[in-house]
Nanobody
Framework: VQLQASGGGLVQAGGSLRLSCAAS????????MGWYRQAPGKARELVAA???????NYADSVKGRFTISRDNAKNTLYLQMNSLKPEDTAVYYC????????????????WGQGTLVTVSS
């Protein structure tokens, strides 16, 4: 199983980016998914999360600006980021709690490789 994140880049403050995270491999089901970020010198933090039933929660710092969504048919997670601020600059990681076909009774925690978002002032 692999999570492939994409969509990061350099954007000016006030701009928008859309991150994607595609899960591939012998997946049985994907449960909880989320986006995390880590800025230089800081700990990794939760940005937004979404359940298999599409219930969502957001960090206070991104509420009203970011939207998390998922396409279960494509096993893909998205993060629409609007009104970006310089403090949103970080490496963004996707995360998934999922079950694989060979062991459907066990839940595994997978991480994508990270995609860099840089917001200039």
């Amino acid at each position: 199983v692999q999570l492939q994140a994409s969509g990061g880049g350099l954007v000016q403050a006030g701009g928008s980016l859309r991150l994607s995270c595609a899960a591939s491999g012998s997946i049985f089901t994907i449960n909880h998914m989320g986006w995390y970020r880590q800025a230089p010198g800081k700990a990794r933090e939760l940005v937004a999360a979404i359940t298999s039933g599409s219930s969502t929660n957001y960090a206070d710092s991104v509420k009203g600006r970011f939207t998390i969504s998922r396409d279960n048919a494509k096993n893909t997670l998205y993060l629409q980021m609007n009104s970006l601020k310089p403090e949103d600059t970080a490496v963004y990681y996707c995360n998934a709690l999922l079950r694989v076909q060979d062991a459907p009774d066990r839940e595994y925690d997978y991480w994508g490789q990270g995609t860099l978002v840089t917001v200039s002032s």
